[in-house]
């Protein structure tokens, strides 16, 4: 019941939040502050939540569902590239346990470079290797941007992943060096079981929790790269849709769909971890 009544009174403070904050430009006329101009576009997004539309520069549309199609796209890459990164963060880890010192220092580095690259940067070399790959095969292998026939997914989410992925890796390594030093890993050794299987049974298990926390901080990373993909891969999704029909009513619809299937997401796996560990993530 606390529980519930915290994530109730979290959604509903950062729900108010995105209004406040899409409101923001009716505060400022040029350089001067304007407070009842604030406050009377907050009652107008107010009031325009119950049937919002948005305007393309000669007709007015419904916000809905038109802006359903690049929501979903977007969340597609998102969650996409979310799995992906933990995928990838996962499989390093259980390599490099394996690894002699030396093997494990060289993909430490790589990490550390990795995380360190540009956005932009990313993108270009992975589109460089499909473009060297159709020039020699004349296999696209990948699209690289959206057309009238084709719609973008795999490469933006390989893109989108990489740099998390070196985030959660190198996360994974510095707890999984303090999981390393704790009492029940010498029990489990003196018990014999195989490096394996402590590692799978109980170091991640009890690296879940810190791993689902510094995620979010990943979300929000990822959230801002999204814009700069969309526009580099002339995807039609959310951010660019909020771009383009920038108003503070839009503004505040698009951040609200994009922050409600995460707040499921993480509470969802916040209760299946208490069950599990007896552990609190949120």
């Not at 996962?90 to 430490?108: D, E, N």
């Not at 589109?127 to 004349?138: A, D, F, H, L, S």
């Given at each position: 019941m606390v529980f519930a009544s915290k994530q109730g009174i979290k959604f509903v403070l950062t729900s108010l939040t995105f209004i406040l904050i899409g409101c923001l430009p009716g505060l400022f006329q040029g350089v001067h502050v304007d407070f009842?101009?604030?406050?009377?576009?907050?009652?107008?997004?107010?009031i325009q939540l119950v049937h919002p539309t948005y305007f393309d520069?000669?007709?007015?549309?419904p916000l809905f569902p038109n802006?359903?199609?690049?929501?979903?796209?977007?969340?597609?890459?998102?969650?996409?590239?979310?799995?992906?990164?933990?995928?990838?963060?996962?499989?390093?880890?259980?390599?490099?346990?394996?690894?002699?010192?030396?093997?494990?220092?060289?993909?430490?580095?790589i990490a550390f470079l990795g995380?360190?690259?540009?956005?932009?940067?990313?993108?270009?070399?992975?589109?460089?290797?499909?473009?060297?790959?159709?020039?020699?095969?004349?296999?696209?292998?990948?699209?690289?941007?959206?057309?009238?026939?084709?719609?973008?997914?795999?490469?933006?989410?390989?893109?989108?992943?990489?740099i998390p992925a070196c985030f959660f890796y190198r996360m994974m390594l510095v707890?999984?060096?303090?999981?390393?030093?704790?009492?029940?890993?010498?029990?489990?050794?003196?018990?014999?079981?195989?490096?394996?299987?402590?590692?799978?049974?109980?170091?991640?298990?009890n690296m879940v929790a810190p791993l689902l926390s510094y995620s979010r901080t990943i979300v929000w990373m990822m959230l801002s790269n999204l814009v700069i993909f969309e526009y580099i891969f002339s995807s039609?999704?959310?951010t660019r849709f909020m771009y383009t029909y920038h108003t503070s009513l839009?503004?505040?619809?698009?951040?609200?769909?994009?922050?409600?299937?995460f707040f499921i997401f993480y509470v969802v796996l916040s209760i299946v971890l208490k069950q599990i560990t007896g552990r609190e993530a949120l």
């Open positions: 009842m101009n604030y406050v009377d576009l907050l009652k107008h997004v107010s520069g000669e007709l007015t549309h802006i359903l199609a690049p929501y979903f796209y977007s969340m597609k890459i998102l969650f996409g590239g979310l799995i992906l990164s933990l995928i990838w963060a996962f499989l390093g880890l259980f390599l490099t346990f394996f690894l002699p010192k030396k093997a494990k220092q060289v993909i430490h580095f995380e360190s690259l540009p956005d932009i940067l990313v993108i270009s070399i992975f589109e460089i290797i499909v473009i060297w790959i159709y020039e020699r095969t004349g296999l696209l292998v990948m699209n690289l941007s959206q057309s009238m026939e084709d719609i973008p997914y795999i490469l933006p989410i390989l893109c989108l992943s990489f707890n999984l060096k303090e999981q390393l030093e704790m009492d029940y890993i010498e029990m489990a050794r003196s018990k014999g079981l195989r490096p394996s299987a402590i590692l799978s049974r109980h170091i991640v298990r039609a999704g959310i839009v503004f505040t619809i698009g951040m609200f769909l994009i922050y409600v299937p």
